[in-house]
């Protein structure tokens, strides 16, 4: 007797039992979808502000260009310590405005008139600039010349051959993220506090092409 209303128990159960098993697959369906749904949302703003991020650098990036110029003299013309360029203040290059070669530090603007400026260039004695090593973060100042130096590094500094330099923004004379050159190798230097460094430089100042004039 007891088996038959177990028995009977379960036949008028199940009708019911089945419906309320599909109901709970359908709430569980519905927050996957909405929990898929709001992550998707997160996603795409995610996006959106990456775009608008990106969009935003490249407008600036443009708006700090002045113009494009190509040298007309090298001075000396061995070893160009100074070049000038077609172009002067009627195209808004004003003194100190850096100058680029495909993206890389070429000097800065010494000069500027109307239909004719000069650039300073890193093969120059006169010439120095605030780097940062793009690895380790380590500051230091580039020493312009025929034998470009990183200056004040100590010995304890975490600096290697084949770590890229770019301008740290330090001084205000040029923006940061410039890059300049890689570290190409360390000597023996006789001062036993900072570190004797030699420095390959990007630009090349003997292949033809024009200079990127952009502002401080």
């Known amino acids: 007797m007891g088996e038959i209303c177990k028995i009977t128990y379960k036949l008028i159960h199940i009708p019911f039992y089945i419906p309320l098993l599909k109901a709970e697959a359908t709430v569980i369906d519905f927050l996957n979808v909405k929990r898929e749904r709001e992550d998707l949302l997160r996603e795409l703003a995610t996006v959106r502000r990456y775009a608008v991020k990106e969009k935003l650098n490249l407008f600036l990036e443009e708006n700090a260009i002045r113009t494009s110029a190509i040298p007309i003299a090298y001075s000396p013309l061995g070893v160009p310590t100074r070049i000038a360029l077609n172009k002067g203040k009627e195209s808004g290059i004003e003194y100190g405005d850096p100058v680029l070669q495909k993206g890389n530090l070429a000097g800065k603007i010494t000069e500027s008139m109307e239909g004719l400026s000069s650039f300073l260039t890193l093969l120059s004695d006169e010439m120095?600039?605030?780097?940062?090593?793009?690895?380790?973060?380590?500051?230091?100042?580039?020493?312009?010349?025929?034998?470009?130096?990183?200056?004040?590094?100590?010995?304890?500094?975490?600096?290697?051959?084949?770590?890229?330099?770019?301008?740290?923004?330090?001084?205000?004379?040029?923006?940061?993220?410039?890059?300049?050159?890689?570290?190409?190798?360390?000597?023996?230097?006789?001062?036993?506090?900072?570190?004797?460094?030699?420095?390959?430089?990007?630009?090349?100042?003997?292949?033809?092409?024009?200079?990127?004039v952009r502002r401080k």
């Open 128 to 212: 120095k600039v605030g780097v940062v090593d793009m690895r380790s973060g380590a500051l230091g100042v580039l020493r312009g010349g025929l034998e470009p130096a990183l200056l004040y590094i100590p010995e304890w500094a975490d600096v290697k051959p084949g770590d890229t330099l770019a301008t740290s923004g330090l001084g205000g004379v040029f923006p940061r993220g410039i890059p300049v050159g890689i570290i190409s190798d360390t000597l023996p230097s006789e001062d036993p506090f900072y570190r004797n460094i030699r420095v390959k430089l990007f630009v090349d100042y003997y292949s033809a092409g024009s200079y990127t």
